[in-house]
């Protein structure tokens, strides 16, 4: 079955930045928009960012625009997500999920595929 696997997580200061990765395996990851969510703990999972099929459209949250940056690499079947000036806030575990269409989308209804996730704290 697909498989995703997120990684780069850790313990951060605020103001300081971490680069999350996801390898995806089993998919035909370039038919695929990539999304990253994070879900802190008592809140509902949110969209962070996504990026359609093609790396050419990129989509971000408000609260993450202008820090975060989304690429993929079909080439290696990974996306990544550059977070910089990170906030207390950020902090969240952090998934990569895989759209069912190729187009990019903000809902976690419009993915069919996530990784297990991978933990962000940014300290004050």
């Known amino acids: 079955q697909v498989q995703l696997v997120e990684s780069g997580g850790g313990l951060v200061q605020a103001g300081g930045s971490l680069r999350l990765s996801c390898a995806a395996s089993?998919?035909?990851?370039?038919?695929?928009?990539m999304g990253w969510f994070r879900q802190a703990p008592g809140k509902e999972r949110e969209f962070v960012s996504a990026i359609n099929w093609n790396g050419v459209s990129t989509y971000y949250a408000d609260s993450v625009k202008g820090r975060f940056t989304i690429s993929r690499d079909n080439a290696k079947n990974t996306v990544s997500l550059q977070m910089n000036s990170l906030k207390p806030e950020d902090t969240a575990v952090y998934y990569c999920?895989?759209?069912?269409?190729?187009?990019?989308?903000?809902?976690?209804?419009?993915?069919?595929?996530w990784g297990q996730g991978t933990q962000v704290t940014v300290s004050s």
């Open positions: 999920a895989a759209s069912i269409l190729p187009t990019s989308g903000f809902r976690v209804s419009e993915y069919a595929y």
């Open positions: 089993r998919l035909t990851f370039s038919g695929h928009a």
